[in-house]
């Protein structure tokens, strides 16, 4: 696949051959003019490739781009109602989800007020609300953090992890390095037109990000739920509780495997959840941790008992 | 595709855009449409106004959305449907325009010829009428999509290729809309006239044939 823009355009793509898999967060890492956001537009079926194709897209994709000033004689309500209809919902169910995902990044006092009046942040949370209140199947985000408050960043990494654990695949392209850092499941870098694959777990993986820890505890000889969200690294108790189960996810995945834990049949016992220090990743903990690493210290030894 | 064409009506509606070419063509009616004058001059003329006013309208709708509102809403529903109603919408406005327009000419024209021997049947003239207007509706369709985004981007090119392009699809021989008209003005003299039909399927076949250009041109473009 390839595109370039007009007929005697230089190629801005050329000779990409992709597959994106299913239920995966896939960061696109880049410099300026790399044709980041070309890819990202072509994925999300705005544009046709030049050349090529680009085949099974799921039904319900939905774009955030990196800046939404649309001055549209709408307010934020209307506005992601007729969009929800767009998505093939129905007029009263694109409203309740256009109040709850307001609500969900704050931004619900500004239901009522006309797009053109909003601020900039204001409307990237209308932008980032569209594209989610229809749980689409693909998710791209071109920079869609920018501009968003420390609260509503923090809100996008835990709706993005929902809609990975969701089945869905998300693409993203964030400036920031810590961006959901440690989450991907797949980087793609590009640079001359072309993209390259990288393994998360290589160097372009810089920072681990911040993780939590889950401590669950089963029914009887009861098997962990299959495809948890975020893929936790998983240890479980021996000796004494050979029912417990401490479960590491990146913190953005902390709600969406709680929500899969807890919704389980049967349903498992959450015993507590802890940050994890970034330098104290699972591979490592040290019974000897900071005071307010207490707990995560005390389990384990719970683990590591005969 | 009816919550395209809802979202782009809402837009439409809301933007008040359309108040300047609705104002222009009731300035254009009230100049050339009298009271007590022949009907099937009168029709003729009414339609053949509607064309540069579709083009317009067209103009809007295609315009309306900023970059990032289009490319949320094709992401959505894929570029094509979203351009196409784009299309739709002036359209549709237009020909609800069309027919308003012909009735009320209907009843403010005098049912005769020009020269006032003959009587001319009202709902002959009215189905007369509102083909010619369908004609012009959809060639000026025709013309806005084919001289407005994506084929034609800068606004000045934009107007112009609109102005020139409605004025040569009135008068160039062959035009589906010059036979629709000429037919009806011919009518209003010589009494006998017949609905416009075959035109108004030549217009449909190039507005359809308009359609399906643009629409696979913003796909590729954006």
Known sequence: ?306 | MTALLRYQAALLARSQRWTAPLLLYAAVLAVGVQSGQPVLGSLGFAAAALLPVTAWAVHLCVGQEPPAARAVASAAAGPRRVHLAALLTATGCAAVLAGATTAVVLLVSSPATDNGTHAVSRPAAALAGLLAALCCVLLGAAVGALSTRPVLRRRGWSVAAAVLGSLLALVTAGSPARYAVTALVTGSRTGTFDPPALPSLGAAAVAVAAAFLVCRIAARRG
């Open chain 1, 1 to 306: 696949m390839g595109h370039r823009y007009g007929l005697a355009g230089t190629w801005v793509l050329r000779g990409i051959d992709l597959a994106l898999p299913a239920r995966a967060l896939v960061r696109v890492e880049g410099g300026n003019g790399a044709g980041k956001s070309t890819l990202l537009r072509l994925l999300a079926g705005i544009e046709a490739p030049a050349e090529g194709r680009i085949t099974g897209r799921p039904a319900r994709t939905a774009y955030v781009p990196e800046r939404f000033p649309a001055a549209l004689p709408l307010t934020a309500t209307g506005y992601l109602v007729h969009l929800g209809r767009i998505h093939g919902l129905r007029t009263a169910e694109a409203k309740r989800r256009a109040g709850e995902w307001l609500t969900r990044f704050g931004a619900a006092e500004h239901a009522r007020t006309p797009l053109a009046e909003l601020s900039k942040g204001t409307s990237q949370k209308v932008a980032v609300a569209q594209a989610l209140l229809a749980a689409p199947d693909l998710l791209v985000l071109d920079e869609a953090w920018t501009g968003l408050d420390t609260a509503a960043r923090a809100e996008l990494d835990r709706a993005v992890a929902e809609r990975v654990a969701g089945g869905a695949t998300v693409v993203f392209v964030d400036h920031d390095p810590r961006r959901l850092a440690g989450a991907a499941d797949l980087t793609l870098r590009m640079g001359d037109g072309g993209v390259n694959r990288a393994k998360p777990s290589t160097a372009t993986r810089p920072v681990p990000g911040p993780r939590v820890l889950i401590e669950a505890e089963g029914p009887p000889d009861a098997a962990l739920p299959r495809d948890l969200p975020g893929a936790p690294v998983r240890e479980r108790g021996t000796g004494v509780a050979p029912d417990l189960v401490r479960l590491t996810v990146p913190k953005p995945y902390s709600d969406a495997l709680l929500t899969a834990l807890l919704t389980a049949r049967p349903p498992w016992h959450i015993r507590q959840v802890a940050p994890v220090d970034a330098a104290h990743a699972l591979d490592a903990p040290e019974p000897t941790g900071p005071p307010g690493q207490a707990e995560v210290s005390e389990q384990a030894e719970v683990s590591e008992a005969p």
